[in-house]
């Protein structure tokens, strides 16, 4: 089993940057896709970024590109999203998440593993 555990969230001005990190415990998660996914209020979770095991290959939502950045650290079993030029409408709960399969990183029920989410707030 993996549990996963997002940090970072808060309230932020318009413009401003926030950087989200999720830590993955109880086996190593090196092998696995992770992403990040975020609800809106009333609405599903949305695919915001995934990147590939391999570090190297990473993907976006067309709304997030050229303002967010996603990495991951092997050694320390994390991901981060890193969001900056941040917009009113960027305020949701953001979920971290681990996937078996990168062909299927922008759907929901392509990810085992979920966390509990963390707040982002964009001031305007």
């Known amino acids: 089993q993996v549990q996963l555990q997002e940090s970072g969230g808060g309230v932020v001005q318009a413009g401003g940057s926030l950087r989200l990190s999720c830590a993955a415990s109880g086996r190593t998660v090196s092998g696995n896709t992770m992403a990040w996914f975020r609800q809106f209020p009333g609405q599903e979770r949305q695919f915001v970024a995934a990147?590939?095991?391999?570090?190297?290959?990473?993907d976006f939502a067309d709304s997030v590109k050229g303002r967010f950045t996603i990495s991951r650290n092997h050694a320390k079993n994390t991901v981060s999203l890193q969001k900056n030029s941040l917009k009113p409408e960027d305020t949701a709960v953001y979920y971290c998440a681990a996937a078996s399969d990168w062909k299927k990183r922008l759907a929901r029920d392509g990810y085992a593993y979920w966390g509990q989410g963390t707040q982002v707030t964009v001031s305007s």
């Open positions: 990147i590939h095991p391999s570090v190297i290959v990473t």
